[in-house]
C-alpha cells in the first residue's frame, strides 16, 4: 500500500452520505496528496456531491485530490480503499416500498425491511450481485484494495464477497456507536468512558459486557433499564431483556423484525412501540417532497445557497479507519467483519458484528466469547438464514431463496413462503426476474 500517495475510491460517488466522509477524509492531515474518486452510474447526482466535497476542501484547506468518473477501469485502476454507499430503493424508495407493500398484502408489516424478513431477502437478491461485479473489478485493478462497505443487508453482502472473492471487506453500521450513547445516558456515564463488549448478527447483536473503568456495569444498566420508563426505540429491547436477560443492540424497529414477535400486527395503522410502517413512511415522505416542491438539501448545498458544516467524525469514523489502516496506530472499533473464533459457538466464517482491532491490512475480531443459549439460539438461525440468501444471490437459485425464506422468523408456515416470494418477485419486474418460477403461478392461500 503507498505511504505517501495513495487512493480512495467512493462507491455510489452521488450518495449524500458521501458528504460526510470527505469532511472526515479531509480532518486527516497524513492523507494529503490523496487522490479521492467519486464513482457513480449516476452523473447528475455525482456532479452534487462533487461540489459539496469541493465546498469542504476550500473550507477545510485540506490537500485532497477530488475528481469523478462512471468509467470502472478509471475508478478503480490502482486504488488502496473503497468506500461504499449504494443501495437498491430504487428513484425515491419505490422499489423498496413496492416490496413492503406486497408483505402488508400477506399479514406483514415492516418496520425497516432492508436486513431481514421478505423485504430484507428481496434486497439482498437484488444488491447482492451488484456488489459482486464490484468485488470482481477491484479483482482485477485492485486487488490488494480494502473494501468499508455500508449497505444492508450488512451481513449477508460481506459474506458473499468474502466467500466468493480475494476481497477484504469490510462492514460499518453506527447502530452499536447509537446504543452506547443511550447506555451512557441511562447509566449517567461519559459514552466514551465505556468499555463496550458486543456480538452477534448486524442490527441484532448482543450486549455481552459493559465496564466502566473496569467496574462491571452491566447489572445496573439491566437494572435501570427495566425499572425505568420505556423510552422510544428501546422498548422493545427492554420486553426482550426482561425475558432473556440480555439487551439487544440495534433499536425496536430494526432488532423485532429479527423474531416472530413481528408477526404481533398485521395492519399497517396503530402500531406497537411508537412504530411507523416502512411503506407509509415512504409514502408520506414522498407525498412532503412533492408538496414542497422545493431543491433538496443536497441541491441547495451543491449551489452554495445552504451552508456546509465544519466536517466532524460520524460514528462509521471513515477518516480514522483508513488513517489507521494507512499509517498505523491501530484503533479499536465495531466492524462487521469475519468471525475467526471471536465468537466459538458461531461459525469461524460467519460474517458478524464485533469489536475488532483496525489496522495495518483491515481488522481482526476481539475475543468476544460464546453468546449465552438464549442469544445463540437466534444468532445461528440467522446466520444460516443469510447463508442461504448469499448462495441463492450469488447463484441465482430459486430453491435456496424460498429455503431462505422459510427460515426467516417472520414467516408462521410454509404455505405463506412461495406464494409471497412469488409476489415480491412480480412486484420488482426485471429487478428479480431470474427468481420467477417457471409455469403458471401457484394460487395464493391468502391472509394469516
Given at each position: 500500500m503507498t505511504a505517501m500517495r495513495g487512493k480512495i475510491v467512493?462507491?455510489?460517488?452521488?450518495?449524500?452520505?458521501?458528504?460526510?466522509?470527505?469532511?472526515?477524509?479531509?480532518?486527516?492531515?497524513?492523507?494529503a496528496g490523496w487522490s479521492v474518486v467519486l464513482y457513480d452510474v449516476n452523473p447528475k447526482s455525482m456532479r452534487l456531491i462533487r461540489r459539496i466535497g469541493g465546498r469542504i476542501l476550500e473550507m477545510t484547506g485540506a490537500k485532497l485530490k477530488l475528481s469523478m468518473t462512471t468509467d470502472t477501469a478509471r475508478a478503480f485502476d490502482g486504488a488502496d480503499f473503497a468506500i461504499s454507499s449504494i443501495g437498491v430503493h430504487g428513484p425515491d424508495a419505490r422499489w423498496h416500498m413496492r416490496d413492503c407493500e406486497v408483505c402488508v398484502d400477506f399479514g406483514i408489516v415492516h418496520t425497516t425491511g432492508d436486513t431481514t424478513g421478505p423485504a430484507g431477502l428481496s434486497q439482498g437478491l437484488r444488491i447482492i450481485p451488484i456488489y459482486m461485479k464490484i468485488a470482481r473489478a477491484m479483482e482485477k485493478h485492485c486487488p490488494d484494495a480494502i473494501?468499508?462497505?455500508?449497505?444492508?443487508?450488512?451481513?449477508?453482502?460481506?459474506?458473499?464477497?468474502?466467500?466468493?472473492?480475494r476481497i477484504n471487506v469490510l462492514g460499518y453500521c453506527h447502530a452499536v456507536k447509537q446504543d452506547i450513547d443511550w447506555m451512557g445516558e441511562v447509566l449517567g456515564i461519559d459514552r466514551d468512558e465505556l468499555d463496550v463488549t458486543i456480538a452477534g448478527p448486524n442490527h441484532m447483536c448482543w450486549l455481552l459486557d459493559v465496564r466502566h473503568k473496569g467496574r462491571d456495569v452491566y447489572p445496573e444498566l439491566k437494572r435501570r433499564i427495566l425499572r425505568g420508563k420505556p423510552q422510544d426505540r428501546h422498548t422493545f429491547i427492554r420486553e426482550a431483556l426482561g425475558l432473556l436477560d440480555l439487551v439487544a443492540i440495534g433499536a425496536d424497529r430494526h432488532a423485532i423484525e429479527f423474531f416472530p414477535h413481528a408477526r404481533c400486527c398485521t395492519d399497517e395503522k396503530n402500531l406497537p412501540y411508537n412504530f411507523v410502517g416502512r411503506a407509509i413512511s415512504i409514502r408520506e415522505g414522498r407525498v412532503a417532497r412533492a408538496r414542497r416542491g422545493e431543491p433538496t438539501e443536497v441541491q441547495l448545498k451543491a449551489a452554495g445557497r445552504r451552508k456546509i458544516p465544519r466536517?466532524?467524525?460520524?460514528?462509521?469514523?471513515?477518516?480514522?479507519?483508513?488513517?489507521?489502516?494507512?499509517?498505523?496506530?491501530?484503533?479499536?472499533?465495531?466492524?462487521?467483519?469475519?468471525?475467526?473464533?471471536?465468537?466459538?459457538?458461531?461459525?469461524?466464517?460467519?460474517?458478524?458484528?464485533c469489536k475488532a482491532i483496525v489496522g495495518s491490512g483491515g481488522a481482526r475480531p476481539a475475543f468476544a466469547g460464546e453468546l449465552p443459549p438464549q442469544a445463540a439460539r437466534w444468532s445461528m438461525a440467522q446466520v444460516q438464514a443469510q447463508e442461504l440468501m448469499v448462495e441463492a444471490a450469488v447463484e441465482g437459485c430459486r430453491r435456496k431463496?424460498?429455503?431462505?425464506?422459510?427460515?426467516?422468523?417472520?414467516?408462521?408456515?410454509?404455505?405463506?413462503?412461495?406464494?409471497l416470494f412469488d409476489a415480491i418477485v412480480a412486484a420488482q419486474g426485471p429487478r428479480l426476474a431470474r427468481f420467477r418460477k417457471k409455469g403458471p403461478s401457484p394460487r395464493r392461500k391468502g391472509r394469516n
Open positions: 467512493l462507491i455510489g460517488g452521488g450518495s449524500p452520505y458521501f458528504e460526510t466522509v470527505i469532511g472526515e477524509l479531509a480532518l486527516q492531515p497524513e492523507l473494501l468499508l462497505q455500508h449497505s444492508n443487508p450488512m451481513n449477508p453482502i460481506c459474506r458473499a464477497i468474502t466467500k466468493h472473492t466536517p466532524r467524525r460520524s460514528p462509521e469514523a471513515m477518516g480514522a479507519q483508513i488513517r489507521a489502516m494507512a499509517f498505523g496506530p491501530p484503533i479499536i472499533h465495531y466492524v462487521n467483519t469475519t468471525n475467526r473464533g471471536a465468537v466459538p459457538n458461531l461459525p469461524d466464517w460467519a460474517n458478524i458484528e431463496a424460498l429455503m431462505a425464506l422459510a427460515c426467516d422468523p417472520m414467516m408462521l408456515n410454509f404455505d405463506e413462503v412461495e406464494p
